[in-house]
């Protein structure tokens, strides 16, 4: 048998152990070069900043714009404090130019053709919003998928926005309508600042609309509130990072707050909606029996339409989606309603032509409930509203993010990664398409004299109001709907003044834009026509 070796501990002088050479190492003196560190550091340093301004150079190539940019913010300043007019100046350097903000390379499109080609991209580029906004909305949400997702999510919602839906929204609407036109009627201050007055009367409105009495008033008035931190966070540029007290932090502690109430709203219409006596009285509502009768295998319309309802959407889902409608219908809805009462106060004969049409179509009787066929009827209206969307849009950019290289010239290839923004000033202040647009003129949209159509309809592609493509605004007609309800329904009831300010015409740029001094007016009832 094989002898073996067994190994015992020994003991260890820890005397010998200088014989190892640590006693030299511990009496040895290190010295600390305090040039030679300066200087590596500063070396590497100067590196990095010329490796920014050569990269930079290199993805900007021949792009109109700055021929360097400013060392690790870019044009990070103008963004905290962005101004329409540094914006047009940019759009109109030339149909796609560059700019660098935090090390993020942006491309513009801003001609008709380039914004329309990023929009209609989406092998190349997919919305991103803004840099904050999958943080803030977050990233599973519909509004960022792409692709067969994307389309499908779309096939399902558009039962949301049909006539028959459209038709039981507009009470609830016109209800809230005239709630706050009373108290602006009966208050009797000298006029001053409605912005966030209508802010809150869009609120009220979408909340009812979406969600009904599944959130209380003090909820409403708390998402309310909480909200506008979520707007403030979705400017273009913001601090990239989600610490305490930032804006994006605070966004996603709000977002945190109305995600408990929608995602509760949704569970409590589920199960009032299982009961096939009660009708929907809200959005939700219409969503959920929608679910539940294609399970049934009872729903109407397109089959495709009915097999992706017959999917159980969790509430989660679901209130996703409701989170979404609440940032497209907050920001640019209530931009369009301040823009339509500033502009209509500005032009008193179009709010002259407004109101004589409004008489016409109720009969003369202002208690007459509004219906989708007398909304028709206001064809004067409607253009008036399309004119407001078209010289003050209320979304002037829509970020994407490119997923690979992005040749959207012959002559240009948009790098990976890089932000490609769609700017549709332009396309909507083309004067070979609106003469004098500038102008703010209403008639433009109605056909000719001798009946034909007029230059603005007759080319579609430059009213980008909504977007293009795949991602274009699903709820478009609810817009339309709303904003020549809430112009039509006031003409009739109230008149109104304008106190220009010196910053009346000015603009500020948040997530949509709003005159600079937030739009002074005030209200006094209106006798009805004798």
Known sequence: ????????????????????????????????????????????????LIYEQVNYRAKKAHLPGDKWTIPIIGKFADSLHPSLEKYKKQWYSGPLSAVSVFNIFIVIGSSNEMARKILNSPNHAEPCLVAAAKKVLLPTNWVFLHGKEHADYRKALNVLFTKKALSHYLPIQERIYREFFAKWMNDPSPAHPYMMKMRDLNMETSLSVFVG?????????????????????????????????????????????????????????????????????????????????SRAGTAEGDREQVKLLSRE?????????????????????????????????????????????????????????????????????????????????????????????????????????????????????DETVYPEPDSFKPERWLPTA???????????????????????????????????????????????????????????????????DELHLRFTPLAPPS
């Open 213 to 293: 009495d599944y959130v209380t008033p003090a909820q409403k008035q708390e998402i309310n509130d909480k909200y506008w931190l979520i707007t403030v966070a979705l400017e273009l540029v913001n601090f990239p990072l989600a610490l305490p007290g930032t804006k994006i932090w605070n966004a996603i502690q709000a977002r945190k707050l109305v995600m408990k109430y929608l995602t509760a709203a949704s569970a409590e219409s589920k199960i009032r909606m299982e009961e096939p006596t009660n009708e929907p009285s809200c959005l939700l509502d219409e969503w959920t029996r929608a679910m539940i009768l």
């Open 313 to 429: 959407f969790s509430d989660h889902e679901i209130a996703m989606v409701i989170l979404s409608f609440l940032f497209a219908s907050q920001d640019a809805m209530s931009s369009a309603i301040v823009y339509a009462f500033q502009l209509t106060a500005d032009h008193p004969e179009v709010l002259a032509k407004i109101r004589e049409e409004q008489y016409r179509v109720r009969g003369g009787d202002l208690d007459r409930p509004l219906t989708l066929d007398l909304l028709d009827e206001m064809v004067y209206t409607r253009a008036t509203v399309k004119e407001v969307s078209r010289l003050m849009p209320s979304v002037i950019m829509v970020p994407y993010l490119t997923t690979k290289a992005f040749p959207i010239t012959p002559e240009y290839t948009v790098p990976k990664n890089s932000m490609v923004i769609p700017a549709f000033w332009n396309s909507l202040h």
């Open 1 to 48: 048998m094989a002898s073996a070796t067994i190994l015992r501990p020994t003991s260890v002088d820890l005397k010998e152990l200088t014989a190892w050479g640590l006693e030299s190492l511990n009496k040895a003196k290190f010295t600390f070069d305090t040039h030679t560190t300066v200087a590596t550091v500063l070396t590497v340093v100067i590196t990095l």
């Open 450 to 516: 001798e009946g034909a159509e007029p230059l603005a309809e007759s080319k579609p592609q430059n009213y980008i109001v909504f977007g293009s493509g795949p991602h274009k605004c699903i709820g478009q007609q609810y817009a339309y709907m709303h904003l020549a309800a809430t112009l039509g329904t006031a003409s009739v009831l109230m008149d109104w003044q304008h106190a220009r300010t010196k910053d009346s015409d000015e603009i500020q740029v948040v997530a949509a834009i709003f005159p600079k």
